[in-house]
């Protein structure tokens, strides 16, 4: 691990959702770029109250440049994923066949080109996201090959006076090792939200809850938020 | 000219500004599309409201099985451009060396990504958008090699159930040519709305405006519009 502090990113864009993979992807852009612009979208998710609340609580904690939320009621009104349409049921376990109904359409492209446009003014070198390949159930907007498509379209789409590079640092990281990770670089995992079910306490049954706490056994850690189950079972 | 009616495409959406290229962009569509779909930014544009109303209008025209308006708030906020920023003056002349002033960062990417989200629920086969690739002053994301690229990234980004193109049947025609090729189609032109600098009367000055009157003076037939300039000279 490399622990020395080498800032050869001058600006750069993360993509923040408030989970845990953007939330690492943050300390990691932390230690490695100069100055910070976070960005965060209400696209009428579930529990977009409550990953706005992480949003701005990691704001408070990064203290980014700047910050932009993207209210996108749109997305909402469109539907097809169980993640914006109450009348979709959520899953239960992380293990399914195929691509799973918590798919949001073509969401991080969306997303990227966003971030690209505020790139472009504000002459950022860099956009990170945490996405994850391997653990984000074959969501085809999490794979690397989608990455290296969307930074070879910026090449063609925009002025390209200066490179726009996309970074994501977690993309081949298991859960456990994500968690490992920002543990040492001191992400404060306490403000992190990952429940799809729940805005107050995270309920410990869905499949985001499930990896997340998967994923903290594994590392060997304790996750720092209380969980309704392990509320209700453990304590 | 083929004028035969031959509906190859079963569900599309059509990108619309308002403006006369994406108007003529519908009216083929509506000649080769079954179902109609159409989408529309606000994204803080000067003339934001004047768009809109020739969106609502070309909606009644057109009777597209529905419709959908993204309010991009954000986009004004990140500025960058003559289009969505005040303080930036907008250029009077059509001819300029370099990407002008008023490119609007990635736009076309934010909008075909938010299209493909659609088509994605909805199964549409393909997306309409109504970019011109000699006459829009070398904006990044009006070229040929931009479109293909964002094809390609659909294919890794999307479910992928079903191919999503995306047609640009006006990318490599002369503005003059648009006009004809409308005029042809029964296009509504007193519907379109292109004048960059007022919500009203069409200036006749700003560089929208005379690439508009350029058009239909080289096409042979007379813009339905009025427009100030003209109003004060010619009548």
């Known amino acids: 691990m490399n622990k020395t502090i080498n800032k050869q990113t001058e ?12 939330l690492v992807t943050a300390a990691i852009a932390n230690r490695d770029c100069r100055e910070l612009f976070f960005m965060h979208a209400n696209y009428g998710q579930l529990t977009e109250k409550r990953e706005l609340l992480s949003f701005n609580e990691l704001c408070k904690h990064f203290k980014p440049k700047q910050s932009r ?3 996108w009621d749109w997305f909402a009104q469109i539907g097809g994923s169980a993640l914006t349409d109450p009348s979709i049921e959520l899953p239960s376990s ?9 798919y949001v359409p073509f969401r991080n492209a969306n997303l990227l080109a966003a971030a690209v446009s505020w790139a472009e003014v504000l002459h950022a070198e860099a956009i990170y996201i ?3 390949e391997e653990d984000s159930s074959g969501y085809p907007d999490c794979r690397e090959v989608f990455f290296r498509d969307f930074e070879k379209l910026i090449q063609t789409g925009t002025c390209n006076e200066f490179p726009i590079h996309i970074e994501t640092p977690v993309l081949h990281l298991s859960k456990a090792e994500i968690v490992k990770l920002g543990m040492e670089l001191g992400a404060p995992f306490a403000l992190a939200w990952s429940c799809y079910q729940d805005n107050n306490v995270a309920c410990g049954v869905c499949a985001s809850c499930r990896l997340r ?8 850690y304790k996750d720092p938020i209380p969980y309704r189950i392990r509320q209700a079972t453990d304590e």
């Open 11 to 22: 600006r750069a864009i993360v993509l923040l959702s408030g989970g845990m993979d953007s």
């Open 69 to 71: 939320i993207l209210n």
């Open 94 to 102: 992380a293990e399914q066949e195929g691509i799973p109904i918590t």
């Open 130 to 132: 945490g996405a994850v």
């Open 213 to 220: 706490l998967k994923a903290f056994a594994q590392a060997g």
